[in-house]
């Protein structure tokens, strides 16, 4: 007995350093190419990207028949789940539920995620949100009640909040900031900023934090430009590149003007590592009530926009 009450406190202490357990995550939707890159920064310690933690288990396929960027990859990025990753592909997302730990609802249409939520939800696990949210302003309040409901933690984001460029801009725009990125739409998404720009508007928000009251928005075949007022002062604007451009951002500091680089490079290891952190404690690492804002923005854009860009408030979201 005396020896054993040693040896507890020592293997307690054992206990503390041996690694987590992998996390098994289900994926549910397999017609983006995130579902390529994730199992591959997940699966490849070899890679200098490779995040450790987790292993994707089982996917769901999805797919949306008239979207073609849906319809043309879902059965080709399944079948590579399958036979590179080995993946489990299930007929519902119900299957997934005892199969993993967590979701990450990966549909590439933004019209279906407030379906497959439902289902989601049910799993009472938590769940990654991959770009947009939703596809209109409508669903994304219900996402978000319907999360609240069943007590499940969710976020969304863009990868592009966790590049170096964006952190090192972060905090610094006192007078206001500008951001830049491509702009397609699509047109069978309401919130046709969703579809794309919400990735630079994802940057601005990260930059200027949340506090935006209204919106305007002007259009031209070049490009958009979005304009955010906060309530302490400060302007936000966002210029979308059409149909392709790089992405980018400068601030306007109370003393100097500072701009990322022209090269900004990317990597969805740092946003993965923030996915699996908040799979282990469930506290959102974006404020949902911050990505409510962004869809919010994007709704007073639309407004703005249907009204030659006259200035619209931002809707309630609460």
């Known amino acids: ?38 199992p591959a920064i997940f699966h490849d310690a070899s890679r200098a990207d490779h995040v450790p933690g987790a292993r994707i288990v089982a996917a769901f396929k999805g797919g949306s028949p008239d979207l073609p960027s849906s319809a043309d990859r879902v059965d080709k990025f399944a079948e590579e789940l399958k036979t590179k990753h080995n993946v489990r592909i299930v007929d519902r997302i119900a299957d997934l539920c005892p199969l993993v730990d967590a979701l990450l609802l990966e549909s590439v249409d933004g019209r279906t995620h407030l379906a497959q939520f ?12 991959d770009k947009p949210l939703a596809a209109s302003w409508k669903d994304a309040q219900e996402i978000a009640r319907i999360a609240g409901e069943a007590k499940v933690p969710w976020f969304s984001t863009s990868s592009l909040r966790y590049q170096q460029w964006v952190i090192d801009l972060t905090g610094k725009a006192e007078r206001g900031a500008i951001t830049w990125g491509p702009g397609p739409t699509e047109k069978t998404h309401e919130l046709d900023l969703g579809w794309y720009a919400i990735h630079p508007i994802e940057v601005l928000f990260t930059i200027m934090g949340p506090g935006c009251e209204k919106v305007s928005r002007v259009s031209s075949s070049s490009g958009e430009v979005i304009t955010g007022f906060w309530k302490d002062g400060r302007i936000g604007s966002v210029r979308t590149l059409i149909p392709y451009g790089d992405y980018g951002a400068a601030v306007f500091g109370a003393k100097s003007t500072l701009q990322s680089p022209q090269k900004t490079g990317s990597s969805y290891g740092p946003m993965l590592t923030a996915m699996l952190r908040f799979f ?35 809707p309630s979201w609460k």
């Open 280 to 314: 282990r404690d469930k506290q959102p690492p974006v404020p949902n009530d911050v990505t409510m804002e962004i869809f919010a923005f994007m709704e007073a854009a639309n407004h703005s926009r249907a009204k030659n860009g006259a200035l619209v408030n931002l």
């Open 1 to 38: 007995m005396k020896l054993l009450s040693r040896l507890l406190p020592m293997l307690g202490v054992a206990a503390l350093l041996l690694p987590a357990q992998d996390l098994k995550l289900g994926i549910i939707g397999t017609d983006t190419s995130h579902v390529s890159a994730f």
């Open 118 to 129: 439902r289902e989601a939800v049910r799993c009472g696990k938590p769940v990654f949100i």
